[in-house]
């Protein structure tokens, strides 16, 4: 690594909002006063497949502050996908606003608008409807066989990918075939879903939401209201957590229909249970994997067939399946593969975004098989996969972008030196009640859409002001994790001005350039990038502005915190100078960029667990975490580590608890937080962090993504450490008490028949 | 004057018995009783059409005392989960309890949530009424009418007891026996830790005599709609001769026997081993 010396860029600047967040000043959506604002509540279907016959609305229009009562009458009849971004696109559209053929428990029929949000949700109580039930569809092995529950659609959609043959000889090979099953998992963002409308300027529907997208969400609101992208203004609001749930368009089409329609400013929030019925949940995914190697290891050949459940809509529920096969190549280097992914629809909560889009599912499939498959082969995990790890530099085989300066070995190696994998796997495990185990696995993730079919490219405006502070008008999204102060790192690191004296401005579709969202790994990689880019722009600009003021040459100005020196030893604020410039000049010190990324490498990290059994209760607990990962450098490492102790949380959840449930009749089973459990801090071990700075080319300073690879590698090392400690093959996420002690039953009555 | 339009809600919080009674002689409509809230303003979030009288207990200054009364060990109904935990006569007297209520929800919760409330909530995963059972505590209250009743928590018919259906009667407390040399102990099992709901919890309470156990009483929680006493577990523990294999054995028959045909049996029979080990383990350190 050579030699650096950064003064902002590496360094634990605090996150610009932090005062405000810590003392509450910041103000949320659901912190905005009443004013003349109406309340929504969205009335959603109680049955999980039906035909709305009659709402019965006169108990609930009685109630005095009520406005409006909205009932499937009122859908504009536009059908739409919520994963939607530009016209083009192929995406299946079958969602309505308000649907009299609800497909789902949870599916929006209806809307109330009152005066007060106790109002809107009394009088939601009192409506009454009647359904033509049908059966629903709830098991997507079933479903994929089953004719399809929204005509016109088809029930499975398929996506296959490949690359190499299957060798022909099977002198030496072992085969294994492991089937493995993911929950379904409900973001938890501290923050519900909730969006404001109103009409602004005369006829500017203005629609204030905490996302991941707005010029999405812009996109699909003209479609559905016929009115001129220029007519409408999305504002990213600031957010409480998303995790990928906030990054399709959800409640804003029936806020702004609210505000249209009443002329009043809407606000339209969920409740926890609404939220998790309503919204969007990590899909489910049944991966079945059949893995050729040598006796020495080495990987020859793997096919990967996965059903994905999508639930009720289309979604962006194939893009995931897409999304999961992509990832097979990039990891390790296996001479052939096959991918068959399914997607298939359930009665069921919609699946959508979440924080890895297919990673954390795929990942788990591949990396629990590998660690059956070292199991059979008597080898170490860990050298199992040293022996097929992909290397720097490494191709795609399947045609993806390339994988750039792949540092998984780095992570690897080192990360079982740090965590004593040798000695801890080798270690007894004790047949006591508790028992102990280890385990690792291995993840990849992009940066970015470059090399998908999705369009990737941004622009930036950067304008240093007359008093020296800079202006960074870009169309980001703070989704908590820090990108507003990373990205005014960079822009100090070039210019030479403390980070505070910037400010980096948030989405508003009136004001912002174009930005594809705050989605897919992509904003430190592809937008810090840019706002690199622009910020040495500006610097060239500043400098032969400055040249030509004061009629030097540009060399011999040296920009300093803030200052620019002269070789007479003379110096100016950057504010005088700007200030100069103006006068002599009559030009303004900033510029605008159009960016796009010429590349999508691949991130990487390996996760390392340490877990104790109860085998009596079959409670599951996670003593120690070493997460590893190939970062190209951390911006600012301490808010990378807060994205990895979260990742690593949320992994931890898949690994173990978290689990939605839809009964026989297709009621949710676990929709509130007594029910739905998230490992809390009582159960989290201490994580480590090890980070791997190699610099990745195209990142700015060698920067790369974090933000989802980090929850990645996290559930399948876990498990492979419970089947460790165990001598169990687990293979069906989480891995509950139940689960555990039923395995545990059947290992016990094997070993009895001997 | 009292609105009845439907932003306001109609509440009422007495500071005295006395105000109580005023208020229940009147029979109110659709009364309910509010104490720490835990789980009634979850529902009312969720049915806020339902028009209820709330009446809130938690000022009455009578029912947040902990003390001793005619060699008993007296628990007011509004005494908190925080309370309890923290309560050196609760510790010293009723250590189940006192366990129990470290591990009841959240601090949040443990701060709102009230004995009185876990009881009458009528829950079966209720952590504090195993203990209570297990410690032979009655509970008493009065009705509408002034008349005050006393009795026994153990067996009782929750859904058919007349008092318990009445929505006039207010529990004022309860009433915990003092024992010589009295022990006792609680373990519970959710899906993790912290913050969970027991999906089994069993109560101990004994006595001892020349380090010889008297009296055992257990009973095990969130496996039937109220605590179920473990006979046969107990029977072994005055036997002396029990080692732990039989003990656990014992309560995992217990499960099998109560909720034969539940999805959950097969896993509860085992698990309940755990409780039983954690508490066998913590009764030999005692008696040695």
């Known amino acids: 690594m050579k030699a650096l010396s950064f003064r902002y860029v590496g360094k634990n600047i605090p996150r610009n909002d932090i005062v405000e967040k810590a003392t509450g000043k910041l103000r949320y959506l659901a912190d905005h006063p009443r004013g003349s604002t109406a309340h929504g509540r969205l009335l959603c279907s109680t049955v999980p497949r039906g035909r709305v016959l009659e709402v019965h609305t006169e108990e609930a229009a009685k109630l005095p502050g009520v406005l409006r009562i909205y009932t499937p009458r009122d859908d504009p009849g536009f059908f739409f996908n919520s994963a939607m971004s530009f016209p083009d696109q192929p995406d299946l559209q079958d969602e309505r606003i308000f649907t009299d053929t609800p497909l789902f428990v949870g599916d929006a029929i209806g809307a109330v608008l009152a005066e007060s949000d106790e109002i809107a949700r009394k009088a939601r109580n009192l409506i009454r409807v009647e359904y033509q039930e049908a059966e629903p569809l709830l098991n997507p092995g079933k479903a994929l066989e089953s004719p399809s529950f929204r005509p016109g659609h088809p029930q499975a959609l398929e996506g296959i990918m490949a690359y190499g043959k299957e060798p022909l000889s099977r002198d030496g090979t072992l085969e294994t075939i492991h089937t493995v099953t993911t929950p379904r998992i409900h973001h938890a963002a501290m923050e519900n879903h909730l969006c404001r409308a109103f009409l602004d300027y005369g006829d500017v529907l203005v629609v204030e939401s905490p996302c991941q997208m707005i010029f999405s969400i812009r996109f699909v609101l003209s479609r559905i209201f016929r009115r001129p992208l220029n007519k409408i203004r999305v504002i990213k609001a600031p957010l409480g957590g998303t995790f990928g749930g906030k990054q399709e368009v959800i409640l804003e089409p029936a806020c702004a229909l609210l505000a249209l329609d009443s002329g009043r400013p809407v606000r339209l929030v969920l409740d926890r249970n609404e939220n998790i019925r309503s919204t969007r949940v990590r899909g489910g995914v049944t991966g079945t994997v059949r893995t050729l190697a040598n006796r020495e290891g080495m990987l020859l050949h793997r096919e990967v067939e996965t059903i994905f459940d999508a639930g009720a809509y289309a979604t962006g529920g194939h893009r995931v399946t897409l999304a999961m096969g992509k990832k097979l190549s990039r990891l390790y280097r296996i001479p052939s593969q096959i991918y068959r992914g399914y997607t298939t629809f359930t009665n069921t909560t919609p699946s959508g975004a979440c924080r890895g889009y297919g990673s954390p599912q795929i990942h788990a499939v591949t990396e629990i098989s590998l660690d059956l498959l070292a199991r059979k082969l008597k080898m170490d995990p860990g050298e199992l996969r040293i022996k097929n790890l992909v290397y720097p530099g490494d191709k795609d085989p399947a045609g993806g972008p390339d994988l ?51 369009p990737d490219f941004l622009s930036m405006a950067l304008r240093i002001c007359e008093d020296g502070s800079v202006l960074v008008n870009a169309g980001l999204h703070e989704l908590g994790n820090g990108t507003l102060t990373t990205v005014a790192q960079i822009v100090a690191e070039v210019l030479d001005l403390p980070p505070e004296n910037i400010f980096v401005s948030e989405g508003d579709t009136q004001l912002s350039p174009f930005d594809a969202g705050c989605v897919a790994s992509r904003v430190t990689y592809v937008c810090g990038a840019c706002a690199l880019e622009l910020a040495e722009k500006v610097r060239q600009r500043f400098l032969r502005q400055m040249a030509e003021v004061f009629a030097v040459s540009s060399e011999e100005i040296r920009l300093d915190n803030g200052r620019a020196f002269l070789a007479s030893g003379k110096s100016f604020s950057y504010g005088e100078a700007v200030c100069f410039i103006a006068t002599k000049l009559r030009e303004e010190v900033g510029d605008y960029l159009h960016y796009k990324p010429k590349g999508n490498p691949a991130s990487f990290g390996a996760h390392f667990a340490e877990v104790a059994v109860d085998t009596y209760t079959g409670l599951v607990r996670v003593t120690d975490f070493l997460a590893v990962h190939d970062v190209g450098r951390a911006i600012n490492p301490r808010l990378l580590e807060g994205q990895i102790f979260g990742g690593v949380q949320m992994g931890i959840g898949m690994a173990l608890t978290e689990e939605l449930t839809w009964n026989s009749r297709g009621m949710p089973k676990n929709d509130s937080f007594s029910r739905y459990h998230l490992v809390n801090s009582p159960d989290m071990p201490p994580v480590r962090v090890l980070l791997v700075e190699e610099e990745e080319p195209g990142g700015p300073f060698g920067a790369k993504s974090i933000g989802e690879i980090c929850t990645v590698p996290t559930a399948p090392a876990v498990v492979n450490a419970v089947n460790a400690a165990l001598g169990t093959e687990l293979t069906e996420l989480p891995l509950t008490p139940e689960r555990v002690l039923a395995a545990l039953e059947k290992l016990e009555e094997r070993e009895k028949k001997g | 004057m009292r609105r009845k339009d439907c932003e306001t809600m109609r509440a009422d919080r007495p500071s005295s018995l006395k105000e109580l009674r005023n208020i229940l002689e009147q029979r109110p409509e ?114 509408e009418t002034g008349k005050e009743y006393r009795f026994p928590l153990e067996g009782l018919n929750r859904s058919e007891n007349p008092l318990l259906r009445n929505p006039f009667f207010f529990l004022k407390g309860f009433r915990i026996p003092l024992k010589e040399h009295g022990y006792s102990d609680f373990a519970k099992l959710g899906s993790r830790t912290g913050v969970t709901i027991s999906k089994l919890n069993l109560a101990l309470s004994c006595s001892f005599e020349d380090g010889r156990i008297q009296n055992p009483r257990i009973f095990a929680g969130a496996l039937a709609p109220y605590p179920v006493r473990c006979s046969r577990t107990e029977t072994l523990l005055i036997s002396e001769k029990a080692e732990l294999p039989e003990f656990l054995q014992s309560l995992g028959e217990l499960v099998r026997h109560t909720i034969p045909s539940r999805d959950s049996m097969p896993y509860k029979r085992r698990a309940i081993r755990g409780l039983g080990e954690d508490l066998w383990k913590r009764l030999q350190e005692v008696r040695s």
């Open chain 1, 404 to 454: 750039g300066n792949a540092r998984i070995r780095d992570c690897l190696e080192r990360g079982m030196e740090a965590f004593r994998w040798k000695e801890r796997r080798s270690a007894s495990f004790g047949e006591e009640r508790y028992r102990k185990g280890v385990g690792l696995a291995c993840a990849t993730h992009g940066n970015g859409y470059y090399g998908t079919p999705y």
């Open chain 2, 30 to 143: 659709n009364l309910r009783f509010i104490a720490g809230g835990t789980d009634l303003v979850l529902h009312l979030r969720r049915f806020p059409n339902e028009d209820l009288h709330l009446v809130d207990l938690s000022s009455l200054e009578e029912l947040r005392q902990m003390e001793i009364r005619e060699k008993a060990l007296c628990i007011g109904a509004s005494v908190t989960f925080d309370e309890l935990e923290k309560s050196l006569l609760v510790r010293r007297h009723a250590s189940s309890l006192a366990r129990a209520a470290t591990q009841v929800g959240s601090p949040q919760i443990r701060n709102r949530g009230t004995l009185g409330g876990n009881f009458m909530n009528g829950s079966a995963a209720a952590d504090g009424i195993p203990p209570l059972v297990a410690l032979e505590a009655q509970a008493f209250g009065e009705d």
